[in-house]
């Protein structure tokens, strides 16, 4: 008995499983950044602090050394950024033609994900670096303004109270 599926060729079969990995890897991502939310309380979010300087009674040296800091990590997220959306549409590129090697596919994502690598590495260097200019009384005072922000972001959240 005859199937009334159609059947696929052996490029488009590639092209779903990179797609399939592609989407896997994303949700892989988000997991791994679901974890390292959890080691948010150890960084200092830039705007936080830029949010927040005359309340932290930030020294004008402290300042300075930030807006150096923030200075630095934005030309790289910039070449970086550019250098994401660049390899993206090379991979776009593969993925829609006809028949797609499969290595030639892979190497152009590990190109994406070593950027993006690199994206987090320098987001993780920021905050470090911003923190160790931070005595323990701003660190204390940045910690109370995360959670305000926290409740504040909770109680958004929450449906208004119904009237009888």
């Not at 159609?6 to 949700?27: A, E, F, H, N, Y």
């Not at 994900?113 to 905050?127: F, G, P, Y």
């Not at 940045?142 to 909770?154: A, I, V, W």
Request: hydrophobic content about 35%; cysteine-free; aromatic content about 4%.
């Amino acid at each position: 008995m005859a199937s009334n599926r159609p059947t696929r060729s052996k490029p488009m079969k590639q092209s779903t499983i990179i797609w399939i990995l592609l989407v896997g890897l994303s949700q892989v991502g988000w997991g791994v950044a679901q974890q390292l939310g959890s080691l948010q309380r150890y960084f200092v979010r830039p705007e936080l602090v830029m949010r927040n300087q005359q309340e932290l009674d930030l020294t004008e040296a402290q300042r300075n050394t930030i807006v150096h800091e923030i200075q630095q990590a934005q030309t790289q997220f910039t070449g970086l950024r550019w250098d994401v959306q660049n390899e993206t549409q090379a991979l776009e590129r593969l993925l829609q033609a006809r028949s797609g090697d499969e290595t030639e596919l892979l190497t152009q994502l590990d190109k994406i994900l070593d950027l993006e690598r690199d994206i987090k590495r320098t987001q993780l260097v920021l905050a470090v670096r911003i923190r160790n200019l931070l005595d323990e009384g701003q660190l204390n005072k940045l910690e109370e303004f995360r959670e305000q922000g926290s409740e504040r972001q909770r109680r958004s959240r929450r449906p208004p109270p119904q009237n009888p």
